[in-house]
């Protein structure tokens, strides 16, 4: 019984009005009141009087009894709501398959819960338990309108009068916060942690208009006139990154499972800025608008590309509802479903392997020694792009030494390559004019200024950068020291952007007219 509470849930007692000890409580009487609270609702106990309340039996007694006032204990009440709520409704389960309430419920809600459906049914009334801290304001206080720090959840969305100061971030980036914060304890918000989250957003969402972008020719296996590469068809670099998809999307899965969602949201956010940004799209970008149009290697990086894309779209969907819609329609080619809902979650991308992982990591830590040094020669403007530069490599290691030389590429840019793919190549995955493997420190010294050469790396290389040899490209901008020389069509472009150029020429019936931007003169 609830003595602090003048409302609630009524107890249906009926009470003797002289002695008030006896007490008028049986099958009749609960049937009835059963019936009047299904058809009027609780508030039917305080508005009737006794003689609409009492069964037919008793309807001539009406006098002698009295209602009782006193209400269900809110515990016993709330607690009992699988009976009245998981078990009386067909579209609902019981067990219920998830409680979810603040802290505060374990000796509240869950407990009396537990205790009522235990005493009642012998079990559980569910079958898992999820807590959550509480919303502080920015610099962890509560929130009070005293205080005036309140977070208006619609004002992050739809944005404050002054929009600014309060701009409308939508509906997707309040998601984002939530899934990206460890809600098992209380957590933070505010303008400055919004900011910061809408910085996420953006660099997942201009990270699929980058894939969408590059796509606009593709045709996806199974669509007629498909110009896709068959996996056993496709380079390591490609394959390694379908595997890293594979394991991102497995990441992702179980950590939605297992509720943790900040879980996968930086597993998505990771995947995006590290394995997609900064090393495959970037590497990537000689492929897609260098190569010619039908080139194996640029079709082969549409193949991986679509693959990530589809995959990316069904893997944040629970999360940035809006973002994937959208980005399912925009895809520049026919889909099997109206909408990314209907596709349900990408297994079909979670099958592929690890792929030559030990290889990759190699190059991508390699890459970032050598940029190391880059950014010491840029600051001293000794080069400009990384493709104004050359790298020598010292490789004291024996296995990751044999894995670099099979990525030694051509000394020219030669198409087709001869001695790789194109693809799996030192040059253009570490996005330098060349790339010198030596076999002695010492040799890098002869060539390279003391002061851009890096004798403790993360790859366990001795690397050195200079000034790349040879003529610059004026199509891809890798330097070259056959530019030039062979008498082609076009003479200050290398072989390889001819022949891409003279692919394009038969293909469109056009005829290609190239523009070298004059030299800027130095500041």
Not at 133 to 140: A, P, Q, S, T
Not at 332 to 342: G, L, N, R
Not at 489 to 500: L, V
Request: glycine residues 8%.
């Amino acid at each position: 019984i609830s003595r602090q509470r003048s409302w609630g849930v009524p107890i249906p007692v009926f009470y003797d009005r002289e002695t008030g000890n006896e007490v008028l409580l049986d099958e009749d009487t609960l049937e009835h009141i059963q019936s009047i609270v299904a058809e009027h609702g609780t508030n039917a106990w305080w508005t009737m009087d006794e003689s609409e309340l009492l069964p037919e039996k008793y309807r001539g007694e009406a006098e002698k009894w009295k209602k009782g006032t006193d209400t269900m204990d809110v515990w016993f009440d709330s607690g009992s709501s699988w009976a009245g709520v998981a078990q009386a409704r067909d579209e609902l389960a019981y067990p219920a398959d998830l409680y979810l309430e603040g802290s505060d419920q374990h000796r509240g809600w869950f407990q009396s819960s537990l205790l009522t459906s235990v005493a009642a049914n012998n079990q559980a009334p569910y079958k898992t338990v999820l807590t959550h801290g509480f919303v502080l304001d920015e610099k962890g206080f509560k929130m009070s309108k005293s205080l005036g720090n309140v977070v208006n959840p619609l004002e992050v969305i739809d944005g404050g009068n002054n929009q600014k100061v309060d701009p409308a971030y939508g509906a997707d980036v309040l998601r984002l916060w939530v899934a990206s914060v460890d809600y098992t304890g209380d957590v933070c918000i505010g303008k400055n942690i919004i900011k910061q989250t809408f910085e996420s957003y953006r660099k997942l969402r201009n990270t699929a208009r980058y894939l969408i972008g590059n796509l606009a020719d593709f045709k996806p296996d199974g669509l007629e006139g498909s110009n896709a590469i068959a996996y056993e068809d496709l380079p390591s670099m490609d394959k390694w990154m379908l595997g890293r998809l594979s394991a991102v999307l497995k990441e992702v899965d179980s950590a939605i499972d297992e509720y943790q969602f900040s879980r996968a949201t930086q597993e998505l956010l990771r995947f995006a800025t590290s394995d997609l940004s900064n090393f495959y799209l970037d590497v990537a970008k000689d492929r897609l608008y260098i190569s010619g149009i039908d080139d194996k290697r640029r079709r082969s990086c549409q193949t991986v590309i679509h693959a990530v894309l589809e995959g990316l779209a069904k893997a944040m969907a629970p999360i940035l509802p809006h973002m994937a819609e959208d980005i399912w329609q925009n895809l520049p080619y026919d889909v099997p479903t109206e909408s990314v809902f209907e596709g349900g979650w990408p297994r079909e991308s979670m099958k592929y392997p690890d792929y030559d992982g030990k290889q990759w990591t190699l190059v991508r830590n390699l890459r970032d020694d050598i940029n190391k040094m880059l950014e010491l020669a840029r600051n001293d403007k000794l080069v400009g792009a990384s493709l104004d530069a050359a790298a020598y490599v010292y490789v004291p290691d024996e296995e990751s030494r044999a894995i670099l030389n099979k990525l030694d590429g051509d000394e020219d840019l030669i198409s087709p390559p001869i001695k790789t793919n194109g693809v799996d190549e030192l040059r253009t995955a570490l996005m330098l004019s060349q790339v010198k493997l030596v076999d002695s420190p010492e040799a890098i010294a002869e060539v390279c200024d003391e002061k851009y050469i890096a004798e403790t790396s993360v790859s366990g290389c001795v690397v050195g950068v200079k000034k790349a040899e040879g003529t610059k490209c004026g199509r891809c901008w890798f330097y070259d020291k056959s530019v030039g020389k062979h008498g082609l069509m076009y003479d200050g472009i290398c072989q390889r952007c001819n022949d891409a150029i003279a692919e394009w020429e038969v293909g469109t019936d056009q005829k290609f007219e190239l523009v070298v931007p004059e030299e800027q003169p130095v500041a």
